[in-house]
């Protein structure tokens, strides 16, 4: 099963950011906590993460103390946890791992260790190797090994309160008290380095982006300046370039145009030739057409004659001479009228 999300609890920003960082890299879902009793608080109330990395040393309640508490619960004591801290010694890895803490990733981390603290993680879930959590946790609370009576005098099974082991135990208080008030201010001191460097960073981008704005403001108007000049020269060229390309055609039209004599005289003779051809034409047209209207006139009062003459013969054959005389009189007269006729229509 692949790694998912992870509680990140750290009290310094700056620590929270990086880690955070190399996480979502992986598109792993990352939620944060700025102290143990935050992280307790979260897993309460929330989702069980796949994974917490735990600040070892915090003000208030430290990351031992947080994974005892975390491994003393059963509904949380399955998750890993992985303790970021400067401690590199086997001693204190080993201390580590007595009271559930899964594996150690030494501050700052390196992203090839944690990549191979992940997938060392990931096997173990896929394979169901999970070391199990210690069946006994100590309280997050260290209990008093002594008893000491009003009076200092110790009990039968008492340790006695020694000079020595008062000021071993003040040393000891006052150095943790020392190491915890120290890790706070070092922490104020990352922090606020970190929100000034944040800050810085955020005005020198904003400088950065409103001169690199105003350079390309510049530099298009150099170009929109240098192309407008450079349009006109263009403009003005191709206007020259034309206006003479225009004055050599005006010149060679004016060489050329109209007709001259020897056109003219051409032209007069070609429609004189066509005049000449139309009228040839139409008098062997017209003299065509008068011959056909003769055979036609012709052929048609033959006809008239025959059938009046085949008529007069079938119904008057003894009719006298004279009849036949005047039948054939008003033949060749329609004879005549039709030539007459037809020489007239053609202008003959």
């Given at each position: 099963?692949?790694?998912?999300?992870?509680?990140?609890?750290?009290?310094?920003?700056?620590?929270?950011?990086?880690?955070?960082?190399?996480?979502?890299?992986?598109?792993?879902?990352v939620n944060m906590a700025s102290s143990a009793e935050e992280a307790l608080d979260f897993l309460k109330n929330n989702g069980r993460p796949d994974v917490i990395f735990m600040d070892h040393l915090m003000p208030g309640m430290n990351g031992v103390e947080a994974t005892k508490a975390i491994k003393g619960n059963p509904d949380t004591a399955g998750i890993p946890i992985i303790?970021?801290?400067?401690?590199?010694?086997?001693?204190?890895?080993?201390?580590?791992?007595?009271?559930?803490?899964?594996?150690?990733?030494?501050?700052?981390?390196?992203?090839?260790?944690?990549?191979?603290?992940?997938?060392?993680?990931?096997?173990?879930?896929?394979?169901?190797?999970?070391?199990?959590?210690?069946?006994?946790?100590?309280?997050?609370?260290?209990?008093?090994?002594?008893?000491?009576?009003?009076?200092?005098?110790?009990?039968?099974?008492?340790?006695?309160?020694?000079?020595?082991?008062?000021?071993?135990?003040?040393?000891?208080?006052?150095?943790?008290?020392?190491?915890?008030?120290?890790?706070?201010?070092?922490?104020?001191?990352?922090?606020?380095?970190?929100?000034?460097?944040?800050?810085?960073?955020?005005?020198?981008?904003?400088?950065?982006?409103?001169?690199?704005?105003?350079?390309?403001?510049?530099?298009?108007?150099?170009?929109?300046?240098?192309?407008?000049?450079?349009?006109?020269?263009?403009?003005?060229?191709?206007?020259?370039?034309?206006?003479?390309?225009?004055?050599?055609?005006?010149?060679?039209?004016?060489?050329?145009?109209?007709?001259?004599?020897?056109?003219?005289?051409?032209?007069?003779?070609?429609?004189?030739?066509?005049?000449?051809?139309?009228?040839?034409?139409?008098?062997?047209?017209?003299?065509?057409?008068?011959?056909?209207?003769?055979?036609?006139?012709?052929?048609?009062?033959?006809?008239?004659?025959?059938?009046?003459?085949?008529?007069?013969?079938?119904?008057?054959?003894?009719?006298?001479?004279?009849?036949?005389?005047?039948?054939?009189?008003?033949?060749?007269?329609?004879?005549?009228?039709?030539?007459?006729?037809?020489?007239?229509?053609?202008?003959?």
């Amino acid at each position: 099963m692949p790694i998912k999300n992870a509680l990140l609890v750290d009290d310094s920003k700056v620590a929270r950011f990086a880690l955070s960082k190399l996480l979502e890299s992986r598109d792993m879902e990352v939620n944060m906590a700025s102290s143990a009793e935050e992280a307790l608080d979260f897993l309460k109330n929330n989702g069980r993460p796949d994974v917490i990395f735990m600040d070892h040393l915090m003000p208030g309640m430290n990351g031992v103390e947080a994974t005892k508490a975390i491994k003393g619960n059963p509904d949380t004591a399955g998750i890993p946890i992985i303790m970021c801290t400067s401690k590199k010694s086997s001693d204190f890895t080993d201390e580590a791992r007595n009271f559930g803490i899964y594996s150690i990733l030494t501050k700052p981390p390196q992203t090839d260790r944690l990549e191979l603290a992940l997938q060392e993680l990931a096997n173990d879930v896929e394979h169901g190797t999970l070391p199990e959590p210690p069946a006994e946790v100590e309280s997050a609370e260290v209990e008093p090994k002594s008893e000491i009576n009003l009076n200092g005098h110790a009990g039968a099974d008492v340790v006695p309160l020694t000079s020595d082991l008062i000021e071993q135990i003040s040393r000891s208080a006052v150095k943790t008290h020392i190491n915890n008030r120290l890790h706070e201010l070092l922490s104020d001191l990352f922090d606020e380095q970190y929100d000034h460097l944040k800050r810085a960073l955020d005005d020198s981008r904003s400088k950065q982006e409103a001169e690199l704005e105003e350079r390309l403001n510049t530099l298009t108007a150099m170009v929109d300046e240098r192309t407008r000049n450079l349009r006109d020269d263009v403009a003005a060229e191709v206007n020259i370039n034309l206006g003479r390309e225009l004055s050599a055609l005006k010149k060679e039209l004016s060489k050329t145009a109209g007709f001259t004599p020897d056109h003219l005289a051409e032209l007069k003779d070609h429609i004189t030739n066509v005049q000449t051809i139309d009228t040839e034409f139409w008098q062997t047209l017209q003299s065509e057409a008068i011959q056909q209207a003769h055979e036609i006139s012709r052929e048609t009062a033959e006809d008239i004659a025959q059938r009046t003459i085949d008529l007069y013969a079938s119904q008057q054959r003894s009719a006298n001479s004279r009849m036949y005389t005047l039948g054939l009189a008003v033949s060749l007269g329609i004879f005549s009228v039709g030539i007459a006729w037809l020489s007239g229509l053609f202008g003959v």
